[in-house]
């Protein structure tokens, strides 16, 4: 596609509910971050896969947040048993190598999650 | 928390006029960027400075960085209505390929 898509854009659920975001990013970048913004803040980093691997998921708040990208495209946000504080904007944002240093990253519209 | 810090939190002034932001770092870094964000959703790449550069130019977007003081400044000219959004900084380190972000400047024009 021509930009980075995230599906949905809002998503409402319950506490202790599951949840799966999902990000499509620009066909052949390689590099691929989530991202979690809270209200009045600037982006959190989550993760970072390279290709199909998770290089980095140093930023993953807890075991109750799990990301794949079983082909090196489309990666999926997985949140287990959902709490209050889950609730944020998820951005998405993918770049061509992820190595290269002056790389620019191009961010999804983002999904705004919201758990009653 | 990792994130660099932005002030003013938050600017309001008058179409026609010039706004300024400020974003301070705390590592050293390899580049420094700024990012726009409409209505709390996605984030538009507007300018990125090399650490060994002290100012850019993009159309009405002036970039400073000085890397003695850690800081950056983004200049916007000649304001629009259409400019009303956050704009963030993120620095990059030289170490890997992290963005560490700001908190934000909330920027209002009044038309």
């Known amino acids: 596609g021509a930009g980075v898509s995230q599906t949905p854009s809002n998503k409402v659920t319950e506490k202790g509910k599951y949840v799966e975001l999902r990000c499509d990013p620009i066909?052949?970048?390689?590099?691929l971050y989530w991202y979690r913004q809270s209200l009045g803040q600037g982006p959190e980093f989550l993760i970072y896969?390279?290709?199909?691997?998770?290089?980095?998921d140093s930023g993953l708040p807890n075991d109750r947040f799990f990301a794949v990208r079983p082909e090196g495209s489309v990666s999926t946000l997985k949140i287990q048993r959902t709490e209050r504080g889950d609730s944020a904007v998820y951005l998405c944002?993918?770049?061509?190598?992820?190595?290269?240093?002056?790389?620019?990253?191009?961010f999804g519209p983002g999904t705004r999650l919201l758990v009653l | 928390s990792q994130q660099g810090e932005e002030d003013p939190q938050a600017l309001s002034i008058q179409e026609g006029e010039n706004a300024t932001m400020n974003c301070s770092y705390k590592?050293?870094?390899?580049?420094l960027q700024w990012y726009r964000q409409n209505s709390g959703r996605g984030l538009v790449h507007l300018i990125l400075?090399?650490?060994n550069e002290r100012e850019k130019h993009s159309g009405r977007l002036r970039v400073t960085l000085d890397t003695s003081k850690k800081s950056s400044s983004l200049l916007i000219t000649a304001s629009r209505a259409a400019d009303t959004a956050s704009y963030f900084c993120?620095?990059?380190?030289?170490?890997?390929?992290?963005?560490?972000w700001g908190a934000g400047t909330k920027l209002i024009i009044k038309p």
């Open positions: 944002a993918s770049s061509v190598s992820g190595t290269g240093r002056y790389e620019t990253q191009y």
């Open positions: 066909s052949g970048h390689t590099a």
């Open positions: 896969f390279q290709g199909t691997g998770a290089a980095d």
């Open positions: 590592t050293s870094i390899n580049n």
């Open positions: 400075i090399r650490s």
């Open positions: 993120a620095s990059r380190m030289d170490s890997n390929y992290q963005l560490i």
